[in-house]
């Protein structure tokens, strides 16, 4: 079986050196190079076989080339798998690597000895993210979920579900909001069908005439109003 072909993109030339001696212990993984910048990066990935790269964020400074590398590569090399490592753990920088870069891991470097595991896992076509990763990365695209259905309700939807969540009954919502009272039920239908876009695995969402009590639940659970 031939080893797998790794090759180091990190600037910090201690923590490269260490990576490299730590990974050259492993008789599956074959170093076929490092290098410190962008540059040096894109010229070995003409000359030598890479099967997995492993690539900090800031290669000079803080300018985020080594994101900038990762999503050049997508274009020009399709099926280099690429794997973050990076000190910076921010949730925007993880999911720009994640998205637009399509790295197949982002793993801290505090967390570095899990880097072989990490490697054999991409290698054979596993997408687990590391436990260093994977939190913020979740918590970034439920957030994300969140506020796109928000965005998604008009101002007098929100003012019509908090009036409902007030226990207010149709005909007074329409005589506080100035609207007729089959107003106020047509706009509730439109949420109704805006979360069932969402949730069409709901049951009470298959209910073709909206139920109040289960969309103040939802209107709850999923934080809209907040």
């Not at 031939?2 to 993984?29: G, K, M, N």
Request: one cysteine or more; a negative charge.
């Amino acid at each position: 079986m031939q080893p797998i072909q790794v090759f180091v993109c990190d600037d910090d030339p201690l923590f490269r050196e260490l990576i490299v001696d730590y990974l050259s212990r492993e008789p599956d993984l074959f170093i076929s190079g490092s290098a410190a910048y962008k540059y040096q990066l894109l010229k070995a990935i003409e000359e030598i076989p890479i099967d997995i790269l492993l690539l900090d964020i800031n290669l000079t400074g803080n300018n985020y080339d080594g994101l900038e590398a990762a999503i050049e590569l997508q274009s020009t090399e399709p099926n280099l798998k690429i794997i973050v490592l990076s000190s910076l753990d921010e949730e925007e920088v993880m999911t720009h690597a994640i998205a637009y870069g399509r790295v197949s891991n982002y793993i801290t470097k505090a967390h570095y000895r899990d880097i072989p595991d990490a490697i054999r896992g991409v290698a054979e076509g596993k997408g687990n993210l590391h436990h260093s990763s994977a939190g913020k990365l979740m918590r970034r695209v439920a957030s994300s979920y969140e506020e796109e259905l928000k965005r998604k309700l008009t101002p007098l939807q929100k003012e019509i579900l908090r009036y409902l969540q007030q226990g207010k009954s149709s005909s007074e919502i329409a005589e506080l909001l100035f609207y007729n009272e089959q107003s106020i039920n047509n706009e509730l239908c439109k949420i109704t069908k805006l979360i069932k876009g969402k949730f069409p695995y709901l049951e009470w969402l298959r209910i073709k005439k909206h139920n109040r009590q289960h969309l103040l639940e939802m209107t709850i659970q999923l934080r809209l109003l907040e």
